[in-house]
């Protein structure tokens, strides 16, 4: 079993930025797929920015060119760098890690809430 533990949300002006973290522990694993995902009041969750295995990257069109993921697979840790920071950003952040194995097991992180406001 895998266990992601998130860091790094919190409240911040517009303009602003932020760093998340998410880290996996727990038995032996291996990652293929990281993603980063929130949800704000009363909307589904979204897809934020992914990435595989090979660091190919995908961004939701909303924070393309703002919002960079990066993942250092040796410390099996997935990151999520904010900047230009807007209201509209302000949302639980959730990470995500699909196991490359044929399972294909996702876990999820506990979540953390990202305000942006003045």
């Known amino acids: 079993q895998v266990q992601l533990v998130e860091s790094g949300g919190g409240l911040v002006q517009p303009g602003g930025s932020l760093r998340l973290s998410c880290a996996a522990s727990?038995?032996?694993?291996?990652?293929?797929?990281w993603g980063w995902y929130r949800q704000a009041p009363g909307k589904q969750r979204e897809l934020v920015a992914r990435?595989?295995?090979?660091?190919?990257?995908h961004y939701a069109s909303s924070v393309k060119d703002r919002f960079t993921i990066s993942r250092d697979n040796a410390k099996n840790t997935v990151y999520l760098q904010m900047t230009s920071l807007k209201p509209e950003d302000t949302a639980v952040y959730y990470c995500?890690?699909?196991?490359?194995?044929?399972?294909?097991?996702?876990?999820w992180g506990q979540g953390t809430q990202i305000t942006v406001s003045s």
């Open positions: 995500n890690a699909k196991m490359s194995d044929l399972s294909a097991v996702d876990y």
């Open positions: 727990g038995s032996s694993f291996s990652i293929d797929v």
């Open positions: 990435s595989t295995s090979g660091r190919t990257t």
